[in-house]
């Protein structure tokens, strides 16, 4: 199995249309619900390493990857998962055009067997377009689990294609999976297509404009299909057609003059476009119901997924659910900071003792001081204490937040939100955005794509900086146990650390909401719009699966950025502070520099700089102040939090520093990765300047209202 890249929105589709750059290879596109295991089977088949997280709204680009079958080479291309292909959102957009204009040689359309009616609409709808599909009905043990049995020969004779049932995530049924695929593409298996029999005055007004529609489109696209889109009034279909084919529905007078006449007589009979779509849509669920009535979906239990609806109840109460959804956060960073301690000292402790080794290795090869205070004191130093403080937080928070996310439990969080944003005039799929955004700023943007309003889509991007990502999180949770858990007694420090961070995350969705309803009443006004969130089954975590994902995608990718980036940043102010202009250190010239406004919105000339020369990454913005400051004071080995505490303490810090540093870290301009995926997003360079402003504005007049009001009561 081989891996690609990644690529996003319709650029794939004009990819797969030149067909010449795939080299014979056979195009299978990948459609489905949200929620329904398409990114799992699309790893399991690829081996491409694609996040899978049990929440809806996930996938928003076109990711691709390959994988042989029987000498065979396949592009399996995982288009968005959409409910349906009516154009209704930019996920069902992309979708439709890459399953009419992408020339797939197989679509292969995932279903969940735990719900399977549902799950045939967009089934329906895909055959009307191609008869070239494989149903893959996936969860069948999920299905067993709750004693529903689906019948595949059946299904299969209903609808006139191959029917598959899979359970990717233990790769099951995939084999049968790819032969099926396989003769489809090859057509070895010629599909007979179940074709939805609608309303008689909707056949009959289809039958007037078919013979105009084909002889304007021929072969290329299925005539019946494009007919009920026109006169279904979806107007994107003329724009995809002329932009993928070539093809000027507009511009034929014979066609404009028969769909007028159709439109008249579906007029005349009471029929205008809001409700031919009701209808349409009506026959396509009743044919889903018929289907699965029909001896291919049998219940062994009457009552079918109570434990879901009994947690629901808990979880979604007006009453209950936002205190447990504080209460679970809570739990999480309590782990986190118990959890970090010992292993933090461990770390620190071998890699300090490397440490010495290295200055010993530099002495028997009689290398110059300088060189080795500048690789050693400078680089070396810098990746420990990265390594050493950063590491243990992460491998515990990271796999508990997957763990909640592979249960869907986070779809729930955006439930219990989406009120709230619906009052600050944003979407409610902005829930879902701001989730993405503590594990990656960058992926929360790219996540906003779900949202279909350009307004309220820009006012996610704008905002999600709010919420601290996982670059962010080693940082406060440093300064939380060492200054706000520092201010009572040991056996209290745990509890009052985990609240101050608990804290932190609720001031950073209090502002999200606050900047968004405020952007929404000024420079992006506007009326929020609706949306329909489908709540996923509970499923038992795969705990194996949580932590290779969680240590190796999460943990050790953000690790390996923050020592990619903390490598030259600790050389580069070694060098700053070795480097003397007028009798001081540029390091030193610029703190002081920067000294008079950093005071006054409580943080210090060096913490600014540090925050300042951070941009690349949060992750190194503690590593700087520390290099910083042992810079200009003595050489500390950093081996615990506690060694940290006493080089902060002695450069002045107090708990209204560590207060500032915590408000300043959680509101303040994205790192450089998530500003160049906002202008890529944007294709802006205002709003993506508005992204840095907005929150470091924020940032600064929060720290300078804390910092002034601290002085003037406690100082």
């Known amino acids: 199995m081989g891996l690609t890249n990644q690529s996003t929105g319709l650029g794939v589709i004009n990819h797969v249309i030149g067909r010449e750059s795939f080299n014979h290879e056979r195009v ?3 459609a489905g619900n949200p929620n329904v295991g398409k990114s799992t089977v699309f790893n399991s088949l690829t081996g491409l390493n694609q996040h899978t997280g049990n929440w809806p709204g996930k996938t928003v680009a076109n990711a691709q990857g390959r994988y042989e079958y029987k000498g065979q080479s396949f592009i399996l291309v995982d288009i968005p998962g959409t409910y349906s292909l009516m154009s209704n959102s930019m996920e069902e957009e992309v979708a439709r055009d ?24 967009l089934v329906l709808q895909v055959l009307e377009i191609t008869p070239k599909v494989v149903v893959c009905v996936n969860l069948i043990d999920e299905a067993a689990r709750k004693k529903i049995s689906i019948n595949l020969s059946r299904l299969k004779t209903a609808l006139g294609v191959p029917v598959i049932g899979t359970n990717a995530r233990n790769s099951v049924g995939l084999n049968d999976l790819m032969k099926a695929v396989d003769d489809v593409a090859q057509n070895r298996n010629m599909t007979v297509p179940l074709r939805v029999t609608y309303d008689p005055v909707i056949e009959e007004s289809i039958r007037r404009i078919e013979p105009n529609v084909k002889k304007v489109v021929g072969d290329e696209i299925n005539s019946r299909w494009v007919s009920i889109k026109l006169l279904d009034g979806e107007i994107t279909i003329i724009r995809s057609l002329e932009k993928f084919l070539g093809i000027k529905l507009d511009e ?20 205008h476009e809001e409700k031919f779509r009701d209808l349409i849509v009506s026959s396509l669920v009743q044919k889903a119901e018929e289907i699965c009535q029909n001896g291919v979906v049998q219940f062994e239990k009457p009552k079918v997924n109570q434990f879901d609806r009994r947690m629901d109840r808990i979880l979604l109460s007006k009453i209950l659910g936002i205190p447990i959804m504080i209460g679970l956060l809570a739990l999480i960073f309590w782990l986190t900071i118990v959890g970090a301690n010992y292993p933090s000292q461990v770390i620190s402790s071998l890699l300090f003792g490397v440490e010495e080794k290295l200055t010993v290795f530099f002495a028997m090869v009689h290398a110059p001081g300088w060189l080795h205070d500048a690789l050693v004191l400078g680089v070396y130093r810098t990746l420990a204490w990265v390594v050493s403080v950063m590491l243990p937080p992460m491998a515990i928070f990271f796999p508990l937040f997957t763990l909640l996310e592979d249960s869907g439990y986070l779809p729930r969080i955006a439930f219990n939100l989406d009120g709230f944003f619906q009052r600050a005039c944003a979407h409610g799929k902005q829930a879902l955005t701001m989730c993405m955004g503590f594990g990656c700023d960058a ?23 709010f919420v601290p990502c996982n670059g962010r999180f080693p940082t406060l949770i440093a300064i939380s146990s060492i200054f706000i858990g520092g201010l009572v007694a040991e056996p209290y420090r745990s509890l009052v650390s985990t609240l101050a961070m608990v804290g932190v995350i ?22 929020p719009s609706s949306f329909t969130l489908e709540l996923p089954p509970y499923r038992k975590p795969q705990l194996g699966r949580i932590l290779v994902r969680s240590l190796m995608d999460r943990t050790l ?4 950025r923050a020592v990619c980036v903390a490598a030259p940043a600790g050389l ?7 480097i003397q202009l007028g009798g001081s250190s540029i390091l030193n010239q610029f703190a002081q520099f920067l000294q008079p406004f950093a005071a006054l919105i409580g943080l210090d000339g060096y913490i600014l700089m540090a925050f300042i020369l951070g941009l690349p990454a949060n992750e190194i913005v503690i590593p700087i102040m520390i290099m910083s400051y042992l810079s200009t004071g003595s050489m500390l080995e950093l081996s615990s939090l506690t060694e940290l505490r006493a080089l902060l303490i002695d450069h002045g810090w107090t708990w209204l520093t560590g207060v500032c540093v915590m408000l300043f870290s959680l509101m303040h301009y994205p790192c450089g990765t998530t500003l160049w995926t906002i202008k890529k997003e ?10 840095f402003m907005i929150p470091t504005v924020t940032g600064i007049l929060i720290c300078f209202i804390v910092a002034q009001a601290a002085r003037l009561l406690f100082f």
């Not at 890459?98 to 609409?121: H, M, Q, S, W």
């Not at 034929?252 to 029929?271: C, F, H, M, N, P």
């Not at 001031?507 to 006004?525: D, E, P, Y």
């Open 98 to 121: 890459f399953v009419c204009f992408g020339k797939p040689d197989t679509t292969v359309i995932v279903t969940d067997a735990t719900c399977l009616e549902r799950n045939l609409n």
């Open 557 to 560: 990718f953000v690790l390996g």
């Open 572 to 578: 580069f102010i070694w060098c700053m502070a070795n």
């Open 252 to 271: 034929d007078q014979e066609l404009a003059e028969s769909l007028v006449r159709t439109k008249k007589y579906l007029s005349d009979q009471g029929i």
């Open 28 to 30: 299978v596109a990948l």
């Open 682 to 691: 944007t294709k802006s360079w205002k709003w993506t300047l508005l992204a």
């Open 443 to 465: 992926a929360g943007i790219i996540g906003c794509r779900i949202i279909d309003s350009p307004r309220e889509r820009l006012i996610a991007i704008l905002t999600n900086n």
């Open 506 to 527: 609720l001031l950073g969705v209090v502002m999200t909401l606050t900047i968004s309803r405020l952007i929404s009443k000024t420079i992006l006004k506007g009326v």
